[in-house]
């Protein structure tokens, strides 16, 4: 019950919260030099042609009647259309937003799956060559531009080896995954190296705790020891830093998505800024934003779940 | 002995002819690397290369520019002809035309797709198509358009994207209250008379073509054109990876290659490193305001503007931006377009001559100034540091502004920019286009520069009626002479298309317009 008023609590205040980020992106977008049409027709069209069709998409109206009407449509479910593409914002964000997820969720699953054995291998074998290795290659990884990194990768097991194809996305859900593994790899990489350094650092210091050693002397295996008490703990910090990371990683793809010509939210994104394409701006961001905050949201009920005190 | 030779000489030929012929392949589907997605396949609503590169394969126009981008050549008709006094054009129907679904393309297909066309309200196209007063189907195959003036360049204008035909009867038919709603649902599934239609098109990703099985055109072996099951368009817009994909046999073909990857890839035993010519100039365009927010303005002096010209070492730039695939400016249009008057490169290099000019202007002493680029972009960087170098040899302190591409058009739009770098592409073959928006100033005060010539604007509007080729020509010519001496802008390069096709692929070309042709590709399975 109280799980359940703590998830309502959340959800509750994902709407002011939203509310505030579509306000803002509204006006920011708007604040930006230049405008739809002179962005996208550049130095061919006529000022008359521009005004016409500025005029033609309502941008000649004020901000907040503007703003009115776009609240109004968003309320209905309707996010209006791309001005440079001519469809319906709700469907592009169909199309790639569930890319970049698969790309975010493929990329943590690989982040974790690396991380959690390796700051166990550092943290019990400190200072030993074991922990110095570890960190060497994760040092390297926090230090290599994803650009750089996704690169080595393509032609290496893309045109070299042939494991993976060089580019692009693929047809149905598998060739899908295949076509993310490797964009998927170049983000975790980073990603793996923070939560390896932070989980090691806990795995350390939850060792040395009091309840630790009890457990040691009354005589639990030293396996049960490491998985019900140290990781348990030591994870606590670790899901509040990976929650926080998953913006950085959202940021990572848009980069990752132009090396690897995947056809996501990122790239999406960026296009949409520079041809000042507002309303697939708008709609873009408050999916991102509704994304990050129910990743929030699991993050501190994992949190909960961990540590009872949290909730 | 040399009966010999020149008997076995001529079989040699007659074989390497007839071979030619038989190696001719069909099918297959071709696979190519575009750099960025199209975004709407409407030939009157649209408003970016992107799209107009590529919506030839889908779309005929009754008048086809040809490969050299300086003629035209039969489209969906097959013969016309203009009236002596220039107001009047007439032009057959080429026979047993389809569109992609089957149907009859008919004179009332071109009627309707001329008038919307040449519709003011309609896309930013229309004024190629302003000399037209009313467009009449005199029978099943005949148009006339009846022009309000008579018009030089209408029969280029005809072999422009935006007069396509278009079925009148499937537009109309399709959701929507106004034309460009309906467009809107048109353009995604696009019906055209051209040699390929869209099969599929996942936005951002890959657009799928298939041949239009009933195009009109035959191919060499006397069968209906196109060579090839289909065209597959990648989007890749890094271009390292579209070069690997390209090398590692992951694609066929691949556009925009980076000028500095244009060696290696020549030197690729597997790949041909097409540089198709261009109607691309690359320059320098500045204001030349007398005031510039409120401040006296160096650039509106000529002498400063020419020493600026001579101290811009041109064949350094092509150089270093280009690795040397430029070529030197002739004049302010590129040497690929009809009309284009000058054998010799402009303003070249001389320093001394730079000092000497600068020193009889009113800033001898040397001025500060700035020019805006596009942020990241790597050419832009390259060309402005070098020209801070070049200039501040004679006194100009040049400081560069990086801005996005949308800042940097609102500057340039409202005439507030100083400096900025700034490039043109003609969308028609004729030296019209380009001349109404670099040197005619009604139409955006010459690149919004500020610029004005009363000379160069009577010649121009006359040149837009004079139907005598030569006399027409010597006044372009002069407007190339006032604009190339005096004009607002530091000419810097021309550069070709860079196309890297892998050995396999036969019969692609871009013309100097830009558009891809896919329509006589095979492919050497």
Known sequence: MQLIRFIFYRILHLIPTLLFILIVVFVLVRLLPGDPASAILGDRALDADVERINRELGLDRSMAIQFLAFLKSVLTGNLGDSIHLKVPVMELIQKRLPVTIMLTIMASSIAVFVAVPLAFVAALWRGKAGDIAVRGVFQVGLSMPVFYLGLILLTVFGARLGWFPVGGYGDGFLDNLYHLFLPAVVLAFSLSAILMRNLRSAIIEVLDAEYVQFAKGKGIGPGMVLIRHVLRNALISTVALFGLSIGTLLSGAVITESVFAIPGAGRLMVESIYGRDYPVVQGMTISLAVLVSLTFLLTDLVQAWLDPRVG | ?525
């Open chain 2, 1 to 525: 002995m040399k009966i010999f030779s020149a008997a076995a000489l001529f079989v040699a030929l007659i074989i390497g002819g007839l071979q030619s012929v038989t190696a001719l392949e069909r099918g297959g589907v071709m696979s190519y690397g575009r750099y960025t997605d199209s975004m709407f396949l409407d030939p009157v609503l649209n408003d970016a290369n992107v799209d107009i590169w590529i919506m030839g394969n889908i779309y005929d126009t009754l008048i086809v520019p040809t490969d050299d981008g300086k003629g035209l050549k039969p489209g969906l008709a097959t013969d016309w002809s203009v009236s002596p006094a220039g107001d009047v054009v007439t032009l057959k129907l080429r026979e047993g035309v389809s569109f992609s679904d089957g149907s009859a393309m008919t004179a009332s297909d071109v009627v309707w797709s001329f008038n919307r066309a040449k519709n003011p309200d309609n896309g930013i196209w229309y004024f190629l198509l302003a000399s037209v007063d009313t467009v009449v189907a005199t029978d099943s195959s005949t148009i006339q358009l009846n022009l309000k003036y008579s018009d030089p360049t209408i029969l280029a204008a005809l072999s422009v994207f935006n007069a396509a035909v278009m079925p009148q009867k499937l537009f109309e038919a399709m959701e929507g209250k106004t034309d460009a709603e309906k467009a809107q649902n048109f353009g995604k599934n696009p019906i055209g008379t051209g040699p390929f239609m869209l099969e599929s098109w996942d936005r951002g990703s890959v657009m799928k073509l298939v041949k239009n099985p009933h195009y009109w055109g035959v191919g060499e072996d006397g069968q209906p054109l196109p060579y090839l099951d289909g065209v597959t368009f990648e989007v890749i817009p890094d271009d390292a990876t579209r070069i690997l994909k390209l090398q590692s046999g992951g694609l066929d073909g691949a556009e925009f290659i980076p000028f500095a990857r244009v060696n290696e890839l020549d030197a690729d035993p597997e790949i041909n490193m097409e540089l198709y010519p261009g109607t691309r100039v690359n320059n320098v365009i500045l204001n030349v305001r007398p005031e510039l927010n409120g401040v006296e303005n160096p650039l509106s002096d000529e002498l400063v503007r020419q020493a600026m010209n001579y101290a811009t070492n041109k064949q350094a730039l092509i150089q270093v931006v280009t690795y040397g695939v430029g070529t030197p400016m002739s004049s302010f249009m590129a040497s690929a377009t009809p009309m284009h008057s000058g054998d010799s490169p402009l303003f070249p290099y001389d320093l001394e001559k730079a000092k000497s000019l600068l020193a009889e202007s009113a800033y001898p002493d040397g001025f500060s100034s700035n020019i805006l680029i596009i942020a990241g972009n790597q050419d832009g960087v390259a060309v402005a540091t070098a020209l801070q170098q070049m200039w501040g040899a004679i006194g100009i302190d040049l400081e560069i502004k990086q801005v996005d591409n949308a800042s940097r058009t609102e500057q340039y739009r409202n005439g507030t920019f100083t400096m900025r770098t700034g490039g043109w592409t003609n969308d028609i073959a004729d030296p019209s286009q380009i001349s109404s928006y670099y040197a005619y100033s009604p139409t955006i005060d010459a690149v919004h520069s500020g610029w004005k010539s009363d000379e160069v604007d009577e010649l121009f509007e006359a040149s837009q009626q004079e139907m005598d080729l030569g006399k027409r020509a010597a006044q372009f010519a002069r407007i190339q002479e006032i604009f190339n001496a005096s004009g607002p802008t530091i000419p810097t390069y021309e550069t070709p298309y860079p196309v890297a096709l892998r050995d396999v692929v036969h019969g692609f070309h871009q013309i100097p317009l830009g558009n891809n042709v896919f329509r006589e590709v095979w492919l050497d399975k």
